[in-house]
């Protein structure tokens, strides 16, 4: 468990390195085994090549570490605007979890 933890904050730290990501939310749960991460906040977009310049977006994300080495992710971007941490956005991401099986 102490591995898949330092593995979910090594992604926080490269989103805050890589994207300038500012994390308003940030919670961990362990269920089955899995350990679930879910983050919210600001970064720079990942999807433009160049993060030096790219607009800042809103996000929100789910990442579940299994067994085995299998990892699965959910993520939402959406304008720097939106605020992604709404409970009707958590819930979208909380079916994400329910529906896969690592």
């Known amino acids: ?3 898949k933890q ?3 904050d ?4 490269q989103l805050v390195d890589v994207n300038k990501a500012t994390i308003t939310r940030y919670e961990t749960h362990i269920i089955d ?4 991460f879910y983050l919210a906040g600001h ?8 993060t030096s310049v790219a607009e800042p977006v ?3 994300a789910t990442i579940i570490l299994g067994n085995e080495g299998n990892v699965a992710v959910a993520r939402m971007i959406g304008p720097s605007t939106s605020n992604l941490a709404t ?3 958590i819930d979208i991401l909380d079916g994400f ?3 896969t099986t690592l």
């Not at 085994?33 to 679930?36: E, I, K, R």
Request: charged share 15%; net charge positive.
């Open 1 to 3: 468990m102490m591995a």
């Open 6 to 8: 330092m593995l979910g």
């Open 10 to 13: 090594y992604y926080l730290k």
């Open 33 to 36: 085994g899995n350990v679930m």
């Open 43 to 50: 970064m720079k977009n990942p999807n433009t090549s160049d």
């Open 58 to 60: 809103s996000f929100g």
């Open 87 to 89: 409970q009707e956005l």
């Open 97 to 99: 979890k329910l529906t």
